[in-house]
Nanobody, 127 residues
Framework: EVQLVESGGNLVQAGGSLRLSCSSS????????IAWLRQAPGPGREGVSC????????YYANSVKGRFAMSSDDAKRTFYLQMNNLKPENTAVYSC????????????????????WGQGTQVTVSS
């Protein structure tokens, strides 16, 4: 069974940076889509970024392009989300999620496409 464990959330001032980690295990399919999604109080869940395990291609929500970067360490089976120039509106619980996918596929979406989820890590950005 796929297991995902996030870490790295913290309290940071606006303009600061954080790197979130998602440690994975139990992958059995050949290809997966891995995503970071966030849930803030009130608004619905928002897809932030995703990466394909086929070739490491990454995709981002427009709201984070140029500030966030997703990457992977295949040897450690760990996925990262580097977040720079953080803003108070980025405050949320960030979760990594995964699903078995066709090659070269992932989608930044808030829909229930992702099957496996971590427990989430809290990111709080103070103004």
């Amino acid at each position: 069974e796929v297991q995902l464990v996030e870490s790295g959330g913290n309290l940071v001032q606006a303009g600061g940076s954080l790197r979130l980690s998602c440690s994975s295990s139990g992958f059995t399919a050949r290809h997966y889509a891995i995503a970071w999604l966030r849930q803030a109080p009130g608004p619905g869940r928002e897809g932030v970024s995703c990466i394909t395990t086929t070739d490491g291609a990454t995709y981002y929500a427009n709201s984070v392009k140029g500030r966030f970067a997703m990457s992977s360490d295949d040897a450690k089976r760990t996925f990262y989300l580097q977040m720079n120039n953080l803003k108070p509106e980025n405050t949320a619980v960030y979760s990594c999620a995964a699903h078995a996918a066709v090659p070269f596929y992932c989608r930044v979406t808030d829909k229930d496409e992702y099957v496996y989820w971590g427990q989430g890590t809290q990111v709080t950005v103070s103004s």
